[in-house]
């Protein structure tokens, strides 16, 4: 069972304990202190003796999940809010096809966790007495927040309908001190979830010490109670790209850094304009203009503005400053401080491009299913959401899109990833077959290195495989798909391949085969196919695969009714080998006379 969890990538550092001669105990002390989580196959008890004497508190312990030895049940013991032991419970259980069991209240009331939901959206924790909050949030309380930046989202899950904002987008009428639960770029009191939308613009001479540009952001950062947590990044001129002190201040905090030309900062209007800096540097403005600049950029997706979720206009909460080297350093640094319109952290968010597969929950594959339980966001037409939804949970957002909209569905995926979020987009079928997966990949590569959040294609159950083993076992030989949609592919251009398959005398699958507005096609394909195939071939009209409404009918090229055909039917065309046998739709592995291995 723990192979398998690491083969997928859920888990680093495995120990069987009948494999090495040393106790558990003492293995999983020296593990303690740097696991994330610690995942034991067995029983509830022995685990809790185990892990008792290292137990401190919830800030520092890691989760701690018991599965038993069939895979039936993920229990999280220890960490299932804040170090994320219910999360990974549900990957788990998705994988082994077993059931998470979460005990929290939050879980079992379908509430939000308010100590650790802000992960899933891409953001992080600071301070404030947590456990008050959730002791406050136990008692059915509903905590007063104040929201002055990153996605608002969140607002519409099922699981936050306790939630109240009451921030009106100015920040200087927000009652900071009155609320319980505050998100923003702000320290202070309350507890705090802080998005990244502060960009550090920076500016510096060369060999500046690395200490003067640390003491320079620590000390802005706290001129105007902002927190380290909601910085997004690091923006200066080109010209510092090689400069060490910067690169290791990026390295050190993780922050990306971005690098722009001279004419594009010039052209950034900036309330600190520099002469000197100007005939220096070729632009009036580095810090300021980079800073601005950069989080105009975090507010866009590839290069066009989004309005659909939109906040207020970037802006300068600290301007220039000025850092010098004290003694024993070297050069002098500025910095400003901009807020972004909303939140950008691609590094942190990603893109799962999920096959739903033909319907049915129990044909979804376990790597799809771990995919859709470890993301915050579904994304997909309506229809294809509506059959995946027994596995949605309270703290999941589903985006709906229209069927014709996929560029639109795509963008938005990619948009919400590189904002920080763990993204499912969704496809019936597999997305790799006439699914998003490539309309989704062409608008990644598009966008800058920077931007790009991690993508991962997850494979699903194709209507053509579906099809095939409902009749048979037609695809014993080679086989191609053919759409006789032309509203993506000139007609002229699928003629061509429908030609290439019946002078090849493939197996064919014919996908999007009819519809009120293409009445023709399939009886040109008929025509064309026929010309490579006995008009006797068999053909398979398979409707509505996987779901209620399923009917197959078996058929040959030579008496096809085309009136029944609609875009819910796939239809499977045999080879010239082909046969139907006792109801059995069937293609031989091999032509007659030819050798037989």
Same mark, same amino acid.
């Given at each position: 069972?723990?192979?398998?969890?690491?083969?997928?990538?859920?888990?680093?550092?495995?120990?069987?304990?009948?494999?090495?001669?040393?106790?558990?105990?003492?293995?999983?002390?020296?593990?303690?202190?740097?696991?994330?989580?610690?995942?034991?196959?067995?029983?509830?008890?022995?685990?809790?003796?185990?892990?008792?004497?290292?137990?401190?508190?919830?800030?520092?312990?890691?989760?701690?999940?018991?599965?038993?030895?069939?895979?039936?049940?993920?229990?999280?013991?220890?960490?299932?809010?804040?170090?994320?032991?219910?999360?990974?419970?549900?990957?788990?259980?998705?994988?082994?096809?077993?059931?998470?069991?979460?005990?929290?209240?939050?879980?079992?009331?379908?509430?939000?966790?308010?100590?650790?939901?802000?992960?899933?959206?891409?953001?992080?924790?600071?301070?404030?007495?947590?456990?008050?909050?959730?002791?406050?949030?136990?008692?059915?309380?509903?905590?007063?927040?104040?929201?002055?930046?990153?996605?608002?989202?969140?607002?519409?899950?099922?699981?936050?309908?306790?939630?109240?904002?009451?921030?009106?987008?100015?920040?200087?009428?927000?009652?900071?001190?009155?609320?319980?639960?505050?998100?923003?770029?702000?320290?202070?009191?309350?507890?705090?979830?802080?998005?990244?939308?502060?960009?550090?613009?920076?500016?510096?001479?060369?060999?500046?010490?690395?200490?003067?540009?640390?003491?320079?952001?620590?000390?802005?950062?706290?001129?105007?109670?902002?927190?380290?947590?909601?910085?997004?990044?690091?923006?200066?001129?080109?010209?510092?790209?090689?400069?060490?002190?910067?690169?290791?201040?990026?390295?050190?905090?993780?922050?990306?850094?971005?690098?722009?030309?001279?004419?594009?900062?010039?052209?950034?209007?900036?309330?600190?304009?520099?002469?000197?800096?100007?005939?220096?540097?070729?632009?009036?403005?580095?810090?300021?203009?980079?800073?601005?600049?950069?989080?105009?950029?975090?507010?866009?997706?590839?290069?066009?503005?989004?309005?659909?979720?939109?906040?207020?206009?970037?802006?300068?909460?600290?301007?220039?400053?000025?850092?010098?080297?004290?003694?024993?350093?070297?050069?002098?640094?500025?910095?400003?401080?901009?807020?972004?319109?909303?939140?950008?952290?691609?590094?942190?968010?990603?893109?799962?491009?999920?096959?739903?597969?033909?319907?049915?929950?129990?044909?979804?594959?376990?790597?799809?299913?771990?995919?859709?339980?470890?993301?915050?966001?579904?994304?997909?037409?309506?229809?294809? #959401?509506?059959?995946?939804?027994? *596995?949605? =949970? +309270?703290? !999941? &957002?589903? /985006?709906?899109?229209? @069927?014709?909209? $996929?560029?639109?569905?795509?963008?938005?995926?990619?948009?919400?990833?590189?904002?920080?979020?763990?993204?499912?987009?969704?496809?019936?079928?597999?997305?790799?077959?006439?699914?998003?997966?490539?309309?989704?990949?062409?608008?990644?590569?598009?966008?800058?290195?920077?931007?790009?959040?991690?993508?991962?294609?997850?494979?699903?159950?194709?209507?053509?495989?579906?099809?095939?083993?409902?009749?048979?076992?037609?695809?014993?030989?080679?086989?191609?798909?053919?759409?006789?949609?032309?509203?993506?592919?000139?007609?002229?251009?699928?003629?061509?391949?429908?030609?290439?398959?019946?002078?090849?005398?493939?197996?064919?699958? #014919?996908?999007?085969?009819?519809? *009120?507005? =293409? +009445?023709? !096609? &399939?009886? /040109?394909?008929?025509? @064309?196919?026929? $010309?490579?195939?006995?008009?006797?071939?068999?053909?398979?009209?398979?409707?509505?695969?996987?779901?209620?409404?399923?009917?197959?009918?078996?058929?040959?090229?030579?008496?096809?009714?085309?009136?029944?055909?609609?875009?819910?039917?796939?239809?499977?065309?045999?080879?010239?080998?082909?046969?139907?046998?006792?109801?059995?739709?069937?293609?031989?592995?091999?032509?007659?006379?030819?050798?037989?291995?």
């Amino acid at each position: 069972m723990l192979q398998r969890l690491r083969q997928a990538g859920l888990l680093h550092v495995v120990r069987e304990a009948e494999a090495e001669a040393e106790a558990s105990g003492p293995w999983l002390a020296r593990q303690w202190g740097t696991a994330d989580a610690v995942v034991a196959v067995g029983a509830c008890g022995l685990v809790t003796r185990l892990i008792a004497p290292l137990i401190s508190d919830k800030q520092s312990d890691p989760a701690v999940l018991v599965v038993d030895p069939r895979g039936r049940f993920v229990v999280p013991l220890l960490g299932g809010h804040g170090a994320g032991g219910d999360r990974l419970a549900e990957e788990i259980a998705a994988l082994v096809g077993g059931q998470a069991v979460l005990t929290g209240a939050g879980a079992s009331l379908g509430r939000l966790p308010l100590d650790a939901f802000g992960q899933a959206w891409g953001w992080r924790r600071g301070a404030g007495d947590w456990r008050g909050l959730m002791v406050q949030a136990a008692g059915g309380l509903p905590p007063f927040l104040s929201q002055e930046a990153g996605t608002t989202l969140w607002q519409g899950l099922e699981a936050a309908g306790s939630g109240k904002d009451n921030s009106d987008g100015d920040d200087s009428n927000q009652a900071d001190g009155e609320a319980a639960l505050v998100i923003g770029p702000r320290s202070g009191a309350g507890c705090r979830w802080h998005p990244p939308s502060l960009w550090l613009g920076i500016g510096c001479e060369r060999d500046t010490s690395l200490p003067v540009l640390e003491r320079l952001v620590a000390e802005g950062l706290a001129q105007q109670g902002l927190a380290r947590e909601a910085v997004a990044g690091l923006a200066s001129i080109d010209r510092k790209g090689d400069e060490p002190a910067l690169l290791a201040l990026a390295e050190q905090h993780g922050w990306p850094l971005r690098l722009y030309d001279a004419s594009t900062l010039a052209a950034v209007a900036v309330p600190h304009p520099s002469e000197a800096v100007a005939r220096e540097m070729g632009t009036p403005s580095v810090a300021e203009a980079a800073a601005l600049q950069a989080a105009s950029e975090a507010a866009s997706e590839a290069g066009q503005p989004l309005t659909h979720l939109a906040g207020t206009a970037p802006r300068l909460l600290v301007e220039k400053r000025i850092g010098r080297a004290a003694s024993g350093e070297r050069g002098a640094a500025t910095l400003a401080v901009a807020l972004a319109a909303r939140q950008w952290a691609p590094q942190r968010g990603s893109l799962h491009l999920v096959g739903s597969g033909p319907g049915p929950i129990d044909l979804l594959s376990g790597d799809a299913r771990r995919a859709l339980a470890a993301t915050t966001v579904w994304v997909g037409y309506g229809l294809y #959401l509506d059959l995946l939804e027994p *596995l949605r =949970r +309270p703290d !999941q &957002l589903r /985006r709906e899109g229209r @069927l014709t909209e $996929e560029r639109a569905r795509c963008a938005e995926a990619i948009d919400l990833a590189r904002q920080g979020l763990d993204v499912a987009l969704i496809s019936s079928g597999d997305s790799g077959i006439y699914g998003m997966a490539g309309l989704a990949l062409e608008l990644w590569l598009q966008l800058p290195v920077l931007d790009r959040p991690a993508f991962t294609v997850h494979p699903g159950l194709s209507a053509l495989q579906l099809a095939a083993a409902r009749a048979g076992a037609p695809l014993m030989h080679d086989f191609c798909t053919i759409s006789l949609s032309d509203r993506l592919t000139p007609w002229e251009v699928i003629e061509r391949r429908l030609k290439g398959a019946a002078s090849g005398d493939f197996v064919v699958a #014919l996908y999007n085969p009819r519809s *009120l507005g =293409r +009445p023709w !096609q &399939l009886g /040109r394909a008929i025509e @064309l196919l026929v $010309e490579g195939r006995p008009a006797s071939t068999p053909v398979l009209l398979a409707r509505q695969l996987g779901r209620a409404e399923e009917a197959l009918s078996l058929h040959t090229l030579g008496n096809l009714p085309e009136d029944q055909v609609d875009m819910l039917t796939l239809v499977l065309v045999g080879n010239s080998s082909t046969r139907v046998q006792d109801g059995r739709m069937v293609t031989p592995r091999g032509y007659p006379g030819a050798a037989l291995a």
